[in-house]
């Protein structure tokens, strides 16, 4: 069963306007962590955010936020202000209790058009 | 410090050469994996080492696959004999103690003709 859902496969986004990627998991654990990568067309893998099981407030790191809903096992990443620099390709991954290793959704390729 | 580097960026090789992929993850880093990234099958986990031990390696695809990690400032990939299916993005990334964000290499792209 995939563990990491991601059920944009692309999106296209004027830029300035916000956009939401979404991400759903799937785990029996109670404690776990959620993650959000960049790729850009340049293959780097970038950290953005990261939101931890436990926490109560949705994690935000600048123009990133996330709507964690624990109970429906979601957490959309929010990208306020769209900028170009923002096309991508966005990873969500979760670790699960007792595991270290990361465990990747498919993506979602964003493009924000001028 | 420099972060991840990961060696050669680009690899091109002939079906059943040896490819070794190297990687220096971040110093004081104790957690190391290895994955491999495809269109059809996004990003995978090949192996991850901890304090240079093997921990998992569930994700190798086949004894094809070999990986070793000498020392805590090195690590090596190999693939031998290396066939065009193996034709990927491989990344190396590290993680501290805490394992918490990983941090990834610039990976190595490898074509087998």
């Known amino acids: 069963a995939q563990k990491i859902t991601q059920t944009q496969p692309g999106m296209f986004v004027q830029e300035k306007e916000a956009v939401t990627l979404d991400c759903t998991y799937d785990t029996s654990d109670q404690s776990y962590g959620l993650f959000w990568y960049k790729q850009p067309s340049s293959g780097e893998m970038i950290f953005l955010i990261y939101?931890?099981?436990?926490?109560?407030q949705n994690a935000t790191e600048g123009r990133y936020s996330l709507n964690f809903q624990k109970a429906r096992k979601s957490t959309n990443l929010v990208i306020s202000a769209s900028q170009l620099g923002d096309s991508a390709m966005y990873f969500c991954?979760?670790?699960?209790?007792?595991?270290?290793?990361?465990?990747f959704g498919q993506g979602t390729r964003l493009t924000i058009n001028p | 410090d420099a972060g991840v580097i990961q060696s050669p960026r680009h690899e091109v090789t002939e079906m059943g050469q040896e490819v070794t992929l190297r990687c220096k993850p971040i110093?004081?880093?104790?957690?190391l994996f290895w994955y491999r990234q495809t269109m059809m099958r996004g990003l995978e986990l090949l192996i991850y080492f901890n304090n240079n031990v093997p921990i998992d390696d569930s994700g190798m695809p086949e004894d094809r696959f070999s990986a070793k990690m000498p020392n805590a400032s090195f690590s090596t990939l190999k693939i031998q004999p290396s066939e065009p299916r193996d034709s990927a993005v491989y990344f190396c990334a590290c993680a501290g103690s805490r394992n918490e964000k990983l941090f990834f290499g610039s990976g190595t792209q490898l074509s087998v003709l």
């Open positions: 991954a979760m670790r699960e209790e007792g595991a270290q290793k990361l465990v």
């Open positions: 939101q931890g099981s436990y926490d109560e």
């Open positions: 110093s004081g880093h104790d957690y």
